[in-house]
């Protein structure tokens, strides 16, 4: 069905697909031996992809000409409820404005990737899905009642829980396109945007579903008094249990620093980056240790808040890692564990206590082994006006050290 979008993106235009269409539909012709059957399938292929390739192709090529608004959480917490809900009204508003412009960004993405990258058949399920998607939102009529920003966050829901393999899907697909691509900085500038975007969009939708119920201590999706060291201490769980099933060991985690501190966060995104560097820093310990006679060392958690961003520096004595690692390791799909088959990561773990975002963990668990972890910890870390950062000694160990700003900070502003 995209075939003509990709023709379209890759410069080629469409008089060329009509010829190929035409010399498709001669050659079935002069093949009488096609079934009845057969041929009715084919034309009503045909038929669709004429129907898809020429549906409001304008509307996302405008939208995708603008820029998206990124609110800020201060905003979003200074919004807060009112009585009347209008706070729905304006929230719904904003995002109706708002999501069919990230959405024509992706798809104007997926249509300027090289042909031949574009033709998995993974990365085209995923362009065809961004396209079902930007045209349900963007068709939706100007919401005005709360009646009709009901129906409007139903459909929100409905978006939120159709897209639960992205992730998955991204990086399968890349991995399969992977060796026709040349520059690795495509990839990566493709995927740092896919997946930042994806999940400011999350967080977004996330924010609007939460705001109708009461949770005491949320606005929405903010957290008004988040504990790091909370996070950290089931993340720790998490990590534990998914290390004891692969190597029957693991290591304990040491939390120090401002383990008191709390302020208002949106989880979402730290729930990701936590658990992807301590099963980082657990598998450096135990691969280095394994074989040792002593226990094996703790993970180090250092926390640190200060007016403007929160630190954590998460310190394992494993390994280390040499140069032509370190070089390596943010590129996506890097990975020196190449067992991808050895679902060490991937869990079959029983989740029942673990508390995050269901959304990222059920993509993470799929992605596992694939060598996302660092790169998209990155990319969050540095959408969200952050920074992570390695230090790491051959031999000794590796220090990560996580940078967020914080939401109520007036220096390091947030955006999503
Ligand atoms: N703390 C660490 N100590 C030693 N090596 C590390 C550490 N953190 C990352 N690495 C190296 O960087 C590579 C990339 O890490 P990344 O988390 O992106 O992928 P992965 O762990 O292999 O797979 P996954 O997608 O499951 O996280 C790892 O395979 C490992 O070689
Ligand atoms: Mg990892």
Redesign the pocket.
């Known amino acids: 069905m995209l075939t003509n979008k990709l023709f379209h993106g890759c410069g080629i235009r469409l008089p060329f697909l009509h010829v190929r269409h035409r010399t498709n539909i001669a050659r079935d012709n002069k093949n009488r031996k096609l079934s009845n059957e057969n041929k009715t399938i084919h034309d009503r292929h045909l038929a669709n992809i004429t129907v898809t390739s020429f549906h409001s192709q304008t509307a996302i090529e405008q939208l995708a000409l603008k820029p998206s608004t990124r609110l800020s959480p201060l905003t979003m917490m200074y919004i807060g409820k009112t009585q009347d809900n209008g706070h729905l009204l304006r929230s719904a508003q904003y995002l109706h404005k708002d999501l069919p412009i990230r959405f024509a960004h992706r798809i104007n993405d997926f249509q300027n990737l090289p042909f031949v990258v574009a033709c998995n058949p993974l990365l085209l399920e995923l362009h065809e899905r961004f396209i079902k998607t930007f045209h349900t939102l963007h068709s939706f009529p100007q919401i005005n009642t709360l009646e009709q920003e009901k129906i409007y966050t139903q459909l929100l829901q409905n978006t939120f829980n159709s897209s639960n393999d992205t992730l998955s899907l991204l990086a399968e697909g890349f991995r399969e396109a992977k060796r026709h691509i040349k520059q690795e900085m495509l990839v990566r500038s493709f995927l740092d945007r896919a997946l930042t975007s994806r999940l400011a969009i999350k967080m977004l939708i996330e924010h609007h579903i939460e705001l109708r119920k009461d949770k005491p201590n949320y606005i929405g999706a903010i957290c008004m008094s988040f504990s790091p060291k909370e996070l950290i201490e089931s993340s720790t769980r998490y990590v534990q249990k998914l290390c004891r099933s692969t190597y029957g060991m693991t290591p304990n985690v040491k939390i120090d620093g401002h383990v008191d501190s709390s302020f208002p966060y949106i989880i979402t995104p730290l729930s990701y980056i936590v658990p992807?560097m301590l099963?980082?820093?657990f598998?450096?310990t135990i691969e280095h240790h394994k074989n040792s006679n002593n226990d094996l060392p703790n993970v180090n958690v250092t926390i640190a808040v200060n007016d403007d961003e929160l630190l954590l520096r998460i310190r394992?004595h494993?390994?280390?890692?040499s140069k032509s690692?370190l070089e390596k390791?943010f590129n996506y799909h890097?990975?020196?564990?190449n067992t991808l088959n050895d679902s060490s990561?991937i869990s079959d773990t029983d989740f029942d206590d673990y508390s995050y975002d269901q959304f990222i963990i059920r993509n993470h668990n799929r992605?596992?082994?694939?060598?996302?972890?660092?790169?998209t910890s990155r990319a969050y870390c540095e959408y969200l006006n952050g920074s992570l950062v390695y230090e790491t000694n051959l031999g000794i160990g590796?220090d990560?050290y996580i940078r967020l700003g914080l939401l109520t900070s007036e220096k390091r502003i947030v955006r999503l």
């Open positions: 992807e099963k980082n820093a598998r450096a394992d494993g390994e280390g890692m690692i390791m890097f990975s020196s564990n990561m992605i596992s082994g694939y060598g996302f972890g660092v790169p590796t990560v």
